[in-house]
């Protein structure tokens, strides 16, 4: 899929690849959250609280995340424009892209990946994201954080069972 993106779809997919935010939060981002002023990449991104899902009426709390290696090539390599965003408005360079517009990006892409029928969303990448965090032998509060998730009930879903690890600890137990 990526090969068949565009330049800024591309990135917003390895964006959400590498961090697992929403994608509300990562049309937000703004690019001096990305880039230092001399237009080297950051070793974190901050995604805003503003920007980020409120949970039972509370603000949303900022998540700070690692540039990993990968992402910050792709970042290194992006073609930016006049905008503050990251991901502007084709129509209006002073507002970020909306959702619509992404969402709508993003079929046709799936579209032309032959992937039209699968089950696959732009919030995929964030479940793909909590499942590996948690194939780590993560504790529930350590993917919490990872995730920037405030309660249990939400890492829940993604807490399986790792069968090996279980197996070790029981052996340690002599």
């Known amino acids: ?13 390895q964006i959400f690849c590498y961090t697992g935010e929403r994608p509300q939060a990562v049309l937000s981002l703004e690019q001096n959250i990305c880039y230092h002023e001399d237009g080297t990449v950051k070793d974190r991104l901050l995604f805003k609280g503003i920007t980020r899902k409120q949970a039972a009426g509370k603000p949303a709390k900022d998540r700070v995340v690692l540039v990993r290696e990968e992402l910050k090539k792709e970042l290194d390599c992006y073609d930016r424009h006049n905008s503050i965003y990251m991901f502007a ?86």
Not at 1 to 13: I, V
Not at 101 to 130: P, W
């Open 1 to 13: 899929m990526y090969d068949k993106a565009s330049p800024d779809l591309r990135l917003f997919l």
């Open 89 to 174: 408005s084709p129509r209006n360079l002073s507002k970020p892209l909306t959702y619509h517009g992404l969402r709508y990006r993003f079929e046709k892409l799936l579209e032309k990946c032959g992937f039209q029928h699968h089950n696959f969303s732009l919030y995929s990448y964030r479940r793909t994201v909590a499942d590996k965090l948690s194939r780590q032998a993560l504790t529930p509060k350590e993917l919490m954080d990872a995730m920037g998730w405030k309660s249990y009930s939400s890492a829940i879903p993604y807490m399986e069972v790792n069968r090996e690890v279980v197996d070790n600890a029981m052996r340690s137990l002599d």
